[in-house]
Each structure stands twice: as structure tokens, then as C-alpha cells.
């Protein structure tokens, strides 16, 4: 089956620590993205890659790194530098630029 | 890319046509207009997309007015499982960045 992955469903952790997301796809696309989504609101992009070993910087970028090491992957470290972390976090894959996004199931993070 | 104006929400009887309306009175004629949907806690659902001329596919169907400000998303027999937050969005097919997710449309599935 096609599609995309993200892993855990649900992560916790302590403020001041640093968490990777994992997001992975086998749909053979190209470009992928992550966005941010809070209760009752819209999705907000945090980076988006196009292709392998390159990385754009989102609406919100700041305190949230990326990679983009394979095509099938581009996880999402969320830092301590990131002020507000807990939300539902969305990552997509396109396969191209201006294609339609599929989404993966999201991970909700929660900081205390 | 261009903003989209959807009620906040609607109701529908389980069997019947859902109609979803947005408006988007700036668009250029450049710009699609796509439309996703999100099943609480789930992630977004792409569901269809159209330029000019009105699209059909296995989920619903787009109608898109002549002068293309506004469009109407229908889904011919809703389900209880339609039932989600309905987003129409506009943007310009080369754009390589996010798609632009306003507050979208609530629709409720009513047995």
C-alpha cells in the first residue's frame, strides 16, 4: 500500500527536551512538506523540502529543524527553542510542486 | 493565492446531496481551485480540484461558476463518515509552497 507515515501517533514529553518526528512516504514523490495544526485553526507550514538535500523554511520556522537525507523521508525535530511545541503536527508529500498534497495521519505532541 | 470565504457550518441528511459553497472573488486566472477535507484528528484528505471546467471523480464533484468567483463542492449521497471540516482552497498551479488551509466549512452528516 501507497502512502504516507508518521510516527508515534502520540508523543509526550518534558519541556526543554528535543524530539524528532518521523514522517515517511513511498509514493515516490518529490517534494514534502510539514505543517502545524491547533485546536480550531488552519494548518501553518513550518518547511517544506522540493527535493533530496534541500530545505525551505516555512511560515513558522523558527525553533523546528529538518533533513532531507532520502527521498522517502524528511523527519521534523521539534527543539527547546520552540516556545508553544504542543500542537498536531501534519506532514504531506506531493509529486511535484503544485500538485495535490496527501497527508499522513499526524502526530499530537504534547509538552508539559 | 487568493482567499476563500466558507460558512462555518452546515448540516445534511445522511442519503441526500451535501453542497458546500466558497467564494473566492479574487482569483486570477491562474489559480485552481482545490478542495480537502479533515476527519477530526486525521490528516487533511485531498478530494478534488478544478481550473475552469467542472470536475467529477469518485468522491464528488466540483462546479465551478463561469466567472469563477465561487464554487460549490457536492457530494451526491452523504454518509456519516462525511462528516468533516471542508476546505476550499485557491492557488496557483506552479506554486511550490503550502497550501493556504482557512477555517473551512463543518459539515454534519445527520442520520
Known amino acids: 500500500d501507497g502512502g504516507i507515515t508518521q510516527s508515534p501517533k502520540y508523543l509526550f514529553r518534558k519541556e526543554g527536551q528535543n524530539v524528532t518526528l518521523s514522517c515517511e512516504q513511498n509514493?515516490?514523490?518529490?517534494?514534502m512538506y510539514w505543517y502545524r495544526q491547533d485546536p480550531g485553526q488552519g494548518l501553518r507550514l513550518i518547511y517544506y523540502s522540493q527535493i533530496v538535500n534541500d530545505f525551505q523554511k516555512g511560515d513558522i520556522a523558527e525553533g523546528y529543524s529538518v533533513s532531507r537525507e532520502k527521498k522517502e523521508s524528511f523527519p521534523l525535530t521539534v527543539t527547546s527553542a520552540q516556545k508553544n511545541p504542543t500542537a498536531f503536527y501534519l506532514c504531506?508529500?506531493?509529486?511535484?510542486?503544485?500538485?495535490?498534497?496527501?497527508f499522513g495521519p499526524g502526530t499530537r505532541l504534547t509538552v508539559t | 493565492d487568493a482567499k476563500t470565504t466558507q460558512p462555518t457550518s452546515m448540516d445534511c441528511a445522511e442519503g441526500r446531496a451535501a453542497n458546500l459553497p466558497c467564494n473566492h472573488s479574487t482569483i486570477s486566472g491562474n489559480e485552481y481551485v482545490y478542495w480537502y477535507r479533515q476527519i477530526h484528528s486525521q490528516g487533511p484528505q485531498y478530494i478534488i480540484h478544478g481550473l475552469k471546467n467542472n470536475e467529477t471523480n469518485e468522491m464528488a464533484s466540483l462546479i465551478i461558476t463561469e466567472d469563477r468567483k465561487s464554487s460549490t463542492l457536492i457530494l451526491p449521497h452523504a454518509t456519516l463518515r462525511d462528516t468533516a471540516v471542508y476546505y476550499c482552497i485557491v492557488r496557483d498551479s506552479g506554486s511550490a509552497r503550502q497550501l493556504t488551509f482557512g477555517s473551512g466549512t463543518q459539515l454534519t452528516v445527520l442520520p
Open positions: 504531506a508529500s506531493t509529486v511535484s510542486p503544485g500538485y495535490e498534497q496527501y
Open positions: 509514493l515516490n514523490h518529490d517534494a
